[in-house]
């Protein structure tokens, strides 16, 4: 694949670099910046510190919450040595990508990622955390196009553990609560899901609508957006270009045909490496149900069996996964209390709630966090660095 063109610059609050005019390769978009950061996460703790307060405050009175005398503490120290399980295999299912598409990305970086994911997705709506992972791989030395296919594809086999959860759901427990906000999550991650096949498959059907959108752009705003030549990333620039679009048009189908590209070399080369990814991603999915499950027993709640938990939770999952808020804050914690009225009682459910969310969320996103904010600063370092050495 062609070596990137680019130059730095600080874009966002971060160090990210622009393209090279004319280099027509894959470029790094702008960066995760701390201001962003602090936002995002501001706004998740707010709705998180909300609705937990409304759970608190709305316990009916006389209602029983947790006593010391009934708190199991072996199930703590099974939920304490279960707490790595989810982060070790999403980074696992990386690592696994990485063998095939960038194999110099060590399985350490594929957990610094992961976090990563997660902190991101704490802060942007719709469970969204792809650009903190992109981030973190681009910083190990992966291109921009094959980072963002990693994540991807990690995302693909997320996608498939997930609709084998529903099918079960569905045709088998057929215990799913939610209707039509259930039906919403799972179409919601068919369209996905198509999207990211046709990238792979027909990314002209992508380019064309792009670049007829970007000739409008500029028509409306008068000739001010300027337009230039744009090749895919490993077509020779001795050919006549493919399209002409403005800056941000030519970065999306750089990363789409790139995408198209690590895709198709993935295929070739991983087949087995797939299996793997859907595997672990289905083992990180149901740890978060065993997770719960071991929350409610730690509380002393053994009003339902692990199966019951699980298919509750599985449309817990379901109905947050693309929840409009930051991390689903407020959305989670609601629909937990409904799902899983019937299992717990009312004097433990927001303890209940504080304990899941932190077990299974606040942790991994507070590691993300700190390695993101950690990586912000190396770059802004870096870059003071290196124009100070400009200046001299």
């Given at each position: 694949?062609a070596?990137?063109?680019?130059?730095?610059?600080?874009?966002?609050?971060?160090?990210?670099?622009?393209?090279?005019?004319?280099?027509?390769?894959?470029?790094?978009?702008?960066?995760?910046?701390?201001w962003?950061?602090?936002?995002?996460?501001?706004?998740?703790?707010?709705?998180?510190?909300?609705?937990?307060?409304?759970?608190?405050?709305?316990?009916?009175?006389?209602?029983a919450?947790?006593?010391?005398?009934?708190?199991?503490?072996?199930?703590?120290?099974?939920?304490?040595?279960?707490?790595?399980?989810?982060t070790?295999?999403?980074?696992?299912?990386?690592?696994?990508?990485?063998?095939?598409?960038?194999?110099?990305?060590?399985?350490?970086?594929?957990?610094?990622?992961?976090?990563?994911?997660?902190?991101?997705?704490?802060?942007?709506?719709s469970?969204?955390?792809?650009?903190?992972?992109?981030?973190?791989?681009?910083r190990?030395?992966?291109?921009v196009?094959?980072?963002?296919?990693?994540?991807?594809?990690?995302?693909?086999?997320?996608?498939?553990?997930?609709?084998?959860?529903?099918?079960?759901?569905?045709?088998?427990?057929?215990?799913?609560?939610g209707?039509?906000?259930?039906?919403?999550?799972?179409?919601?991650?068919?369209?996905?899901?198509?999207?990211?096949?046709?990238?792979?498959?027909?990314?002209?059907?992508?380019?064309?609508?792009?670049a007829?959108?970007?000739?409008?752009?500029?028509?409306?705003?008068?000739?001010?957006?300027?337009?230039?030549?744009?090749?895919?990333?490993?077509?020779?620039?001795?050919?006549?270009?493919?399209?002409?679009?403005?800056?941000?048009?030519?970065?999306?189908?750089?990363?789409?045909?790139?995408?198209?590209d690590?895709?198709?070399?993935?295929?070739?080369?991983?087949?087995?490496?797939?299996?793997?990814?859907?595997?672990?991603?289905?083992?990180?999915?149901?740890?978060?149900?065993?997770?719960?499950?071991?929350?409610?027993?730690?509380?002393?709640?053994?009003?339902?069996?692990?199966?019951?938990?699980?298919?509750?939770?599985?449309?817990?999952?379901?109905?947050?996964?693309?929840?409009?808020?930051?991390?689903?804050?407020?959305?989670?914690?609601?629909?937990?209390?409904?799902?899983?009225?019937?299992?717990?009682?009312?004097?433990?459910?927001?303890?209940?709630?504080?304990?899941?969310?932190?077990?299974?969320?606040?942790?991994?996103?507070?590691?993300?966090?700190?390695?993101?904010?950690?990586?912000?600063?190396?770059?802004?370092?870096?870059?003071?660095?290196?124009?100070?050495?400009?200046?001299?």
């Amino acid at each position: 694949m062609a070596s990137q063109a680019v130059c730095p610059t600080w874009e966002g609050g971060g160090f990210g670099s622009r393209p090279v005019p004319g280099s027509g390769e894959v470029t790094t978009p702008p960066r995760l910046g701390s201001w962003n950061l602090l936002i995002g996460g501001a706004g998740f703790v707010l709705l998180t510190i909300g609705i937990l307060w409304f759970q608190f405050h709305r316990i009916p009175q006389g209602a029983a919450g947790p006593r010391w005398t009934e708190l199991r503490w072996g199930y703590l120290a099974l939920l304490l040595l279960a707490l790595p399980v989810e982060t070790l295999a999403s980074a696992a299912r990386m690592w696994v990508v990485c063998r095939v598409l960038e194999p110099g990305v060590g399985f350490w970086t594929c957990v610094n990622a992961e976090w990563a994911n997660v902190a991101s997705s704490m802060l942007t709506p719709s469970q969204s955390g792809g650009p903190g992972q992109v981030y973190i791989l681009k910083r190990a030395g992966a291109q921009v196009g094959t980072a963002l296919a990693i994540s991807l594809l990690s995302f693909v086999g997320t996608v498939v553990g997930l609709l084998l959860m529903g099918l079960y759901a569905l045709f088998v427990s057929r215990t799913v609560t939610g209707g039509a906000l259930f039906a919403t999550a799972v179409w919601g991650l068919i369209a996905i899901s198509a999207l990211m096949v046709l990238a792979a498959v027909a990314p002209g059907l992508l380019r064309v609508p792009l670049a007829a959108a970007s000739r409008v752009l500029r028509r409306v705003a008068g000739g001010r957006v300027p337009l230039t030549d744009w090749w895919p990333p490993l077509v020779p620039r001795t050919v006549a270009p493919v399209e002409q679009v403005d800056r941000l048009t030519g970065w999306l189908l750089d990363l789409i045909y790139t995408y198209r590209d690590d895709v198709a070399r993935f295929v070739r080369r991983g087949k087995a490496s797939f299996a793997w990814v859907c595997l672990l991603s289905l083992v990180f999915l149901l740890e978060r149900c065993v997770m719960a499950y071991l929350c409610l027993r730690f509380l002393g709640v053994e009003t339902a069996s692990l199966r019951q938990v699980v298919e509750a939770q599985i449309t817990v999952i379901f109905l947050v996964y693309l929840a409009p808020t930051p991390g689903a804050a407020g959305m989670a914690e609601g629909a937990s209390l409904s799902i899983m009225a019937e299992i717990v009682p009312p004097g433990l459910a927001p303890y209940y709630n504080l304990l899941w969310r932190f077990s299974t969320v606040y942790l991994a996103a507070l590691a993300g966090l700190v390695t993101l904010l950690r990586a912000v600063v190396e770059d802004a370092r870096r870059l003071r660095s290196s124009l100070r050495e400009g200046h001299q």
